[in-house]
């Protein structure tokens, strides 16, 4: 019976080597999907042998050691994968998971932004549509709004806007830099 146990917690203990590696791979790239049956698997082991009797405190406190290491990095993963579905972390060109940076940066500077809302003010006066002077304030923010929800999806890169006529008609698209 001690055998039988002292193997299940190595094959366990495996296991959680085998599944971290391959959640390493997933954050760094190397993998294209979460390992989600690899993940469920283990889970599966570890209910199962949280019912089981295990023989001595050294393996008790060993099979408890794992859960606990197994969890803790479970919540991590969780953590992670939420983050970089809402843009907290975002993977550069080579794949890789990084966080952005602690650091709030502007997405885009103030006087763009008033160069831009006064150029739009232009671009709808030429094309006969209606534009006065105070709706520069309002075009502000909505520009700056705007750059804060592309810069953020973009994660945190900064944010141009241009200015352009098609079709009669004053067109905005954001370029990030």
């Not at 790239?29 to 698997?41: H, L, Q, S, V, Y």
């Not at 739009?120 to 309002?138: F, K, T």
Request: aromatic share 6%.
């Amino acid at each position: 019976m001690a055998d039988e146990s002292k193997e299940m917690l190595d094959r366990l203990e495996l296991d959680l080597a085998a599944l971290k590696h391959e959640y390493d791979l997933f954050f760094n790239g190397k993998r294209r999907g979460e390992p989600m049956k690899e993940r469920k698997a283990l889970e599966t082991k570890l209910l199962v042998g949280s019912r089981r009797t295990i023989v001595g405190n050294a393996g008790q406190l060993r099979f408890n050691n794992l859960s606990g290491r197994y969890w803790t990095y479970a919540n991590l993963w969780m953590r992670t994968v939420r983050d970089l579905e809402e843009g907290r972390v975002h993977r550069d060109s080579g794949g890789t998971v990084k966080r952005t940076s602690g650091e709030q940066r502007e997405p885009v500077d103030r006087e763009h932004i008033d160069r831009v809302a006064e150029a739009l003010l232009e671009a709808r006066r030429s094309c006969g549509m209606a534009g006065d002077p105070s709706d520069i304030p309002s075009l502000r923010e909505m520009l700056y709004a705007r750059a804060l929800e592309i810069s953020a999806s973009a994660g945190g890169k900064k944010v141009e806007f241009i200015v352009s006529v098609e079709g009669g008609k004053p067109k905005v698209k954001a370029v990030l830099r």
